[in-house]
């Protein structure tokens, strides 16, 4: 992995904890301990709404290109990893 993924996805991550606004409500993620390409999301449906008290999981798998550039072609690989029942 290059440095500056490394380093840019750490920067993402103090950013995230230290921001009170960054996520949202309702929405947290972090990366793995042994991966920090492999980040792991979980998004809460708001209340009053048909979806309430759903749990959702999601996985995003950072390439070391897509962080290293800032003009990347290489998308974002994102994957549900619990289905959703409600």
């Known amino acids: 992995m290059s440095t500056l993924a490394k380093k840019r996805l750490m920067r ?18 972090a990366p ?7 980040w792991n999301a979980v998004i809460f449906s708001p209340d009053d709404t048909p979806r309430d008290g759903v749990e959702q999981n999601l996985q995003n798998q950072w390439s070391p290109i897509y ?16 289905r959703s029942e409600y």
């Open 67 to 82: 962080v290293s550039l800032s003009l990347s072609t290489k998308p974002l690989l994102s994957r549900w990893i619990q």
């Open 12 to 29: 993402d991550f103090r950013r995230l904890q230290q921001d009170p606004q960054a996520p949202p409500a309702g929405i947290s993620g």
């Open 32 to 38: 793995q301990d042994n991966n920090i390409l492999l």
